[in-house]
Each structure stands twice: as C-alpha cells, then as structure tokens.
C-alpha cells in the first residue's frame, strides 16, 4: 500500500501503483473523466503513471494551469500526427504549449509547404485521431536507443536534442502513430480533446538562432469543450478590435519606422499629449506622497553597471557598448535607471533623519529584443519606466509599502482597471542560502508586505520560491475590460544594490548603516501602460486623457477671432 496525502491533509492508502485517475474515481466518477494530469511530490505527471512511493499529490483539471500544460502539449502531439499524416517525411523540431495552446516548428520535405487553407484538414484528421482514444504511452529510453530511433527517421532536429541530454533521463510518449522525445506530462489518451482550431503560420528559426535553418511553425489551441472554443475564438475577434498596435494607428498616437529601428517607438503629436497627461498625473500623485524628481543620462560608464550587476545581467544579449576616442572607454545605454539613483544618493551623507529618500523619473532605458519577440508597444527596444527608488530604514519599509499601494490603487481607480490580482513572491521556506541580505531583514521585510497586503484588505497569491535572490516582491495583475490578464505595477524590496553600492545612513546609533531599497514603478513603463489602456478601453479613453477634448467652430469668419480667443483660454487651462 502507499499513502497519499490530499490537498487539504487527508491522508488514504491505496494500492502501490495507484495512478491519479483511479485515485479520482476513488472520489467520483464525473471527477475522474476532468481529470487530465496529477502533482506527485511536486512533479506534474501523468495521471495514468503508477505511484509506487507514499506522495503528497494534486489532481488538474483543464481549468489548472498545469492541467492546460498537458493538454495543450498533448494536442501538439496530435497535431504532429496529423501533419506526418499529410506530410510524409516531415522533421519535427519542438512542441511546447504557450499561454493560450501549443504550437510545433516542423520542417516540410522539399517542394512542400503548408498554409493556413491547409488548416480544416488537419483539424479535421486532428479530431478523428482524437476520437480514436488513443493513449499516450511513456517509455523510458536509453540514449543509444533513443538515438537510433531518429537516426531511422533521419529527424536531425530530435538528434541535436537527444545528444544533449543525459543517458538515464530520456522518455519517448506514443499515441496512436506517433512517437515523439517528450519529458510529459501527457492525457490520459487523446479523447479529452473535443475541440481544436489552428491559428497561424510563422517561420522560427531553429533554436532561435537566426544562423540556422527557418522553420515553420504551426500554432494551435484546443480545449475539452466545443464551447469553450467558441468563446476563446470571440475573445481573439474581440481582441483584434482592440488591438493597441491598430487602434494607435488609427488615433495617430504613436507610429515605428524601419529607418529608425524596429521596436523603437516614434510617440506622434497626440500619443505625446496622452502619455504627458498620464506622466503629469502621476508626477501630482508622487509630489504629494514625497517624492523628489531626478533627472540621469540615458548612457553609463559600463563600470557602473559591472558594479550593480546589470553588465552581467544584460550586457552579452544587449546593445554593445559604445566606444569614445578614448581607448578602453565604454558606455553603455542604460538598461535601468537604478545604478543612476544609487549614485545620487550616494553623493552626500545621509542620516536615519533623512530616511525614507524618495527619487523619481520618467527614465528611457534601452534592451535588446529578439525582432521576433518585438510586438507593438509592450515589446519594445526602448521604454521609458515610471521609475522610482525610495532608500528608508528596514523599519520604514512596511509604512512604505503601503505608501506604494496606495499610489498604484489610485491610479488604477482612476483608470478604472476594476479588477486585478496581486501576487507576493517570497522566498523559498526551505532553502534561504540562495539569497542575500541578513535572515532577520528577510523576515521584517516579507512580513512588512505581508501585513501591507493585509491591512489593505487585498487578496494575493503568495508565490514561495520566486522571489529574486536580492528581495520579495508584490506584483499587480490587471483584468482588461474582456477579462485578459496583464502584468503592471511592481514593487520589488532590494537588499544586493545596497551592498554593490556600498550605500550608507548614519543611525541614531552614530554607527553606519545599509538602507534598504524598494524599485516601484506603478504603470510599469509608459509604452506598456499605453498599451494596456488602450486594450481595455478600446481606444476610448477618460476626458481627462483624450488627445482631442474639444473642437471649436466658427459659424462664420467674423467669429475667427473670438474663436481663437476661446481655443487659447482652453489650451491654458489645466
Ligand atoms: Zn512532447
Ligand atoms: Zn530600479
């Protein structure tokens, strides 16, 4: 027998061997036929795999974000099978699921190519394969074996992945005709998947590495329900009448332009007015709540960033540094503006009297993305954050950060982003060796957010384990007005700049301290916001923020004057 601990404690025996699905009919059968893979000891598997070992376990439905993994991961194995159906000869790359489906990068035998008239039938073969209830078979594989499988089927793609695992960790999955290299976790069989639409064609080079071979990718999504389909399709229709890069488009907000630079924004006449609304309207909301602006060049000695880290961070995938006439001088665009802000407070002394320091600014900072992952304004290589750093004492942190949410609830108010989500990242409750910054600040200042949270009578996911190495976290997650979810505002307690920086306060002790720092920045940047908004509201913004809040109309000529008259007093008036 082993024993099997439930979500909520309870603890039954089963036979060893038991698998999830019959640990679900143990409870009931209409749970059981939901179920689409299981947690064992924290690993997700699948819910038809033995378990010989007492384990602490979860069963996933689709609606679990683990459960669509494994859904959605099944479905691109099915779409394979269909594609090698039609395709004979085809090489398959890799499949994994993304936030909404799956797709697979497939290279086609020469002279064949696929497009989306191609799609009907493969969805058509897809849900004959699927309703053939086929199960999804997983064998461990040594890798001589492995190898001489793909060597047979001459898919150099599954060859180079083979040879870089490690003999005694590889598994093959098999459903009806198709045999694929696959960690899991897969359906119990492939019946579960009742709906299923392709959605678009892309080309991916291999592994990403614009030296490689061009692949295609083919992108899908399915769910357990036909309904289900119908709704996520109406949502992208949705979608797609508010998309931002559309719509900015056609309110003339903000425009890119190849000669400029992929991912570099160009903000026109009215996108300026909006987004100088939006920074005018946090300014007053900062003022008010004690924070100073400061103003730092978009560019750094790459020293400064060696120093707090970010060189190693972003410095080999990002822009190169800049060099002067000067040998072995270099700069760099700035990636953050925190290194800035630590040097200004950094030049004069400070006592505990002086705590918390708040400095703010609109910085632009620089990061290089891959062109393929550049998309519209909330993928850029340019943006410029709502940047704050606020230096206090480890007992200021909590009164802190409730100042911090206070401001990021006004502003979401304000908008009207109704609906949103916090999640607190932590650290690991087992392991802190990871981290930096004493055990006793670690304590002070994950119970400081905590309590925070609390006393503003939010809910948040805690999130043991995804804290950074340098400080906890609380992150805020907006619902946009047809229910998707984006991530804005960070508030993110920094112990290791500090440290880099050697930052000081005088105690009232007259001993020497570290203060702590806190990264906030509510919108995020203000290309992301932008974008954000104008989703959730369809380009209709507030009064407040509409680039062209009134039109003046002479009914003749001789009302010219007075016109102007009047569009001057309203130009001035704020
Ligand atoms: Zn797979
Ligand atoms: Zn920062």
Redesign the pocket.
Known sequence: MVKITFPDNNVREFPKGINGIDIAKSLSNSLAKEIVAIEVNGETWDATRPINENATIKLFKFQDEEGKHAFWHSSAHIMAEAIEFFYPGVKLAIGPTIDNGFYYDIDLPEGKSISDNDFPKIEKKMLELARQKNQFIRTEKSKTDALSYFKEKDDEYKIELISELEDGTITFYEQGNFTDLCRGPHLPNTSLVKAIKLLKIAGAYWRGDENRKQLTRVYGISFPKQKLLEEYLLLLEEAKKRDHRKIGKELELFTFSKRVGQGLPLWLPKGAMLRERLENFLKKVQKEHGYEPVITPHIGQKELYVTSGHYAKYGEDSFQPIQTPNEGEEFLLKP???PH?CEIYKSKPHSYKDLPIRYAEFGTVYRYEQSGELHGLTRVRSFTQD?A?IFCRPDQLKEEFLKVIDIVLYIFKTLDFENFETQISLRDQDDHSKYIGSDDNWEKAESAILEAVKEKGMNAEIEYGEAAFYGPKLDFIVKDAIGRKWQLGTI?V?YNLPERFELEYVGSDDKKHRPVMI?RAPFGSMERFVAVLIEHTAGKFPLWLTPEQAVILPISEKYNDYAKKVSNILNNYD
């Open positions: 953050m503006n925190c802000h940047d750093h993110q920094d990264h």
